[in-house]
């Protein structure tokens, strides 16, 4: 069976040509515009000797570019590796490297860590700079690096989508465990398309009543799914925000009377406390969605009541599309619930001898089944074989499920830290600080923090005859990890407390 993601673009392009599928700042494409812009990238593509089927990595803030090569590489047959723009020189060589990355699109704010990046990979042939019709970075136009505007203006834009099959990668999110380095979940074409009409079924706006705020970042699955693959299945307008701010992004909901707010918990704590954010800035939102952390009830109630709104929380993961699990509008809402399994989607608890949990209220880990799972880690069998068993995804999660059937968030089993919605795992960070010549030993860990939901915090023990003080363990992360990953809290001790094998007891540090 042929199908592609980028139908959700095309159909729509189709119906409602003249209507406004982009807006951002002052300036806003139709979707007409949006679909030839599509198909002109995807031209450019094939003219710059970028064959189908090999992968092309974007490293795009929320700009109309995302979505013109997101589904410009679909019409391509060129699965899209989303990078996140926080990545520094040395995890932009990883990624591009892992993935295979033969080509990577990046705007040209990042040029300097990207460009250092491509030229210390080898299988990266292509890179291709978006500006804002500035003056670009030197060396644009060279023979391997291109300028975004320039090529899609001179190429033959295509006009057919690609014969892909249901099952063939669409999209490389790349996700961490608490061992080794970052993976890259594999997403085909019907887990992508499959999951944005389940979303679409639940919206209550539909067509020019869409609108939706996208202050969530395009390159995480959760807005790509939730914000922009459904807001164009519908037909509806996305309002792009390149980085949330709290009185910015309420002003833009009443400019242009927004429908849909989709969030982490940070950016409705940060509405939630801004002294200048009122009822009225939020009075045409019909549509709250919160997801990528576990909300905190206080929040959410305080939210609903002060802008009388409803914020439907829900679960999932890169691995899963992302949505598996979700408060419907139809029916009850428990506060500090995940929800109950999407249609199509079944979830299990295990417990640690690997026995189904079948006693409401007993903990176990979540596995999931359905269309939404992953097809597996990229490259990876062995890591793809320990995650997916018998169909069921390992999600590394602990829940509890309730007598109707509504799920419970309760630990992690892995040690991943969530901070302001983003993932952080320990053995990357702590791997780092391994490398600093003062440090013997290294743990880091996720503490609880009010706007964040947790603050990474490093502890560490020191070399005989070595010194080192907190600002200067920061300063040396900041230079080596994104932006959101770096310890804010470091602690010195004598020593780490550890088990009977010499392993480090986090569950005492915290």
């Known amino acids: 069976m042929s199908l592609n993601l980028a139908i ?17 700042g002052n300036k806003s494409l139709s979707y ?5 812009g599509v198909l002109a990238f995807a031209g450019a593509l094939q003219e710059a000797h970028i064959p189908g089927g090999t992968n092309v990595a974007l490293m795009l803030p929320n700009v109309p570019q995302f979505s013109i090569a997101y589904f410009g590489a679909q019409y391509a047959a ?48 292509t890179m291709i700079v978006v500006g804002q019709g500035q003056e670009t970075p030197s060396g644009v136009d060279g023979e391997n690096i291109l300028d975004f505007n320039t090529i899609s203006t001179k190429a033959k834009p295509v006009t057919q989508l690609p014969a892909t099959k249901a099952d063939d990668t669409a999209v490389i999110l790349y996700t961490s465990g608490t061992t080794g380095r970052p993976k890259g979940a594999e997403l085909s074409h019907s887990n992508l398309v499959m999951n944005a009409q389940y979303f679409d079924n639940e919206s209550p706006t539909g067509g020019e009543d869409l609108r939706a705020i996208v202050v969530l970042p395009l390159f995480h699955s959760f807005g790509q799914t939730v914000l922009q693959n459904t807001t164009f299945l519908r037909g509806g307008t996305l309002v792009l925000m390149p980085r949330f701010d709290a009185i910015a992004a309420a002003n833009l909901i009443k400019e242009h009377k927004i429908t849909m707010f989709a969030g982490v918990p940070t950016m409705y704590f940060g509405l939630l406390h801004h002294p200048e954010v009122r009822q009225e800035h939020l009075a045409s939102v019909v549509h709250c969605v919160s997801g990528g952390a576990a909300m905190p009830v206080e929040v959410m109630n ?63 880990e979540i596995c999931i089944k359905g269309y939404n799972v992953m097809k597996g880690y990229f490259n990876r069998p062995e890591a793809t074989a320990e995650a997916i068993v018998d169909g069921w995804f390992r999600s590394g999660d602990i ?14 089993k892995k040690d991943m830290i969530i901070r302001g919605g983003y993932n952080v795992y320990p053995r990357e960070i702590e791997e780092v600080l391994y490398g600093h010549e003062a440090v013997g030993e290294a743990a880091v860990i996720g503490v609880p923090h009010e706007q964040h939901g ?33 310890p804010r809290i470091v602690e010195f001790l004598d020593a780490l407390p550890k088990g009977p094998t010499g392993k480090i007891l986090k569950r005492e540090l915290r």
């Open 32 to 36: 007409e515009q949006l679909h030839q």
């Open 78 to 125: 060129n699965p899209v590796v989303p990078l996140n723009v926080l990545l520094k020189s040395e995890e932009i060589t990883y990624h591009l490297e892992d993935s295979k990355a033969e080509a990577l699109v990046v705007w040209e704010g990042f040029y300097e860590q990207a460009k250092a990046g491509f030229d210390a990979c080898e299988s990266c042939k």
């Open 399 to 412: 829940g509890i499920c309730d007598e109707d059937g509504y799920y419970f968030i309760v630990d992690r």
């Open 8 to 24: 959700l673009l095309r159909d729509s392009a189709t119906r409602f040509a003249g209507r406004k599928a982009i807006i951002i």
């Open 454 to 486: 947790e603050e990474i915090k490093a502890v560490l023990t020191l070399k005989p005859g070595h010194e080192l003080d907190a600002d200067a363990v920061v300063a040396y992360c900041k230079e080596r990890v994104a932006a959101y990953k770096y």
């Open 302 to 364: 305080a939210f609903d009541k002060k802008f009388g709104v409803n914020i439907l929380e829900g679960y999932g993961l890169s691995e899963t599309s992302p949505i598996a699990c979700f408060n419907s509008m139809d029916a009850e809402k428990k506060v500090g619930s995940i929800g109950r399994p999407i249609w199509g989607v079944e979830f299990m608890l295990l417990d640690n001898d690997g026995n189904e949990v079948t006693k409401a209220g007993e903990r176990g």
